[in-house]
């Protein structure tokens, strides 16, 4: 079945400097994925739909600048957390919609989620 | 706009009993799905089951079931023989047909299976 991996799964960074997390596809070509936050026991939240060559579409609320959004190719999208604090240290997790035919176009699957830790 | 709710945060079940966990939503669209996800302690989302609003007929995925009544908009999801691996965080969630992706989540319901 389709997989979505994400990595790194845990990172440590000192407040002021950005981290990257990337978001893969690795055996379907998804043109769209997607980047939530979760803090704990709550539900996720959705911060921005990530478009294939061309720019991300962010929710109110969140800060197009700290969290910069690239999709290079059909398999690779990543979240860049710029200037962290430690506010900024959640679980942030990617998704993507499943491809091709045969009921798995209209799944929805995720990545193994990211631990940002910011000290 | 769509919304989904879940308005049981915390449920607990004895294991090898039965449980029901409820979402209803709201939707003025006629083509849409419906999931169930599992979020365990490590935080990975498990697909647990799938709806197409178009079928009637309720999903079943081995001791997962639905019962999808569309009119209602309510989508409860049944856990039958519990186990102690089903102790996890479900979130019940609708996707559009036209929505590319974009999940919409319930706030999500903690299920602890007692042994």
């Known amino acids: 079945g389709a997989v979505v991996s994400q990595h790194p799964s845990w990172v440590i960074c000192k407040s002021g400097t950005s981290v990257k997390i990337e978001c893969r596809s690795l055996?379907?070509?998804?043109?769209?994925m997607f980047w939530y936050r979760q803090f704990p026991k709550q539900s996720l939240m959705l911060m921005a739909t990530?478009?294939?060559?061309?720019?991300?579409?962010?929710e109110q609320g969140v800060e197009k600048d700290k969290f910069l959004i690239n999709h290079a190719s059909l398999t690779l999208s990543t979240l860049t957390v710029t200037s962290a604090h430690p506010e900024d240290s959640s679980f942030y997790i990617c998704?993507?919609?499943?491809?091709?035919?045969?009921?798995?176009?209209?799944?929805?699957?995720f990545g193994e989620g990211s631990w940002l830790t910011v000290v | 706009a769509q919304t989904v709710t879940q308005s049981q945060p915390e449920m607990s079940v004895q294991e090898a009993e039965t449980v029901t966990l409820s979402c209803t939503y709201d939707?003025?669209?006629?083509?849409?799905?419906l999931f169930w996800y599992k979020q365990p302690p490590s935080r990975q989302m498990i697909l647990v089951i799938r709806?197409?609003?178009?079928?009637?007929q309720n999903a079943t995925e081995n001791r997962f079931s639905v019962n999808f009544q569309k009119a209602a908009k309510s989508f409860s999801l049944k856990i039958s023989d519990s186990q102690l691996g089903d102790t996890a965080m479900y979130f019940c969630a609708w996707i559009g047909g036209t929505s590319y992706g974009k999940l919409t989540f319930g706030q999500g319901t903690i299920l602890t299976v007692h042994p």
């Open positions: 998704s993507a919609r499943g491809g091709g035919t045969g009921g798995t176009e209209n799944t929805i699957y």
């Open positions: 055996d379907f070509q998804a043109t769209t």
């Open positions: 709806q197409e609003a178009y079928k009637q």
């Open positions: 939707t003025s669209e006629n083509n849409y799905y």
């Open positions: 990530s478009n294939e060559g061309s720019k991300a579409t962010y």
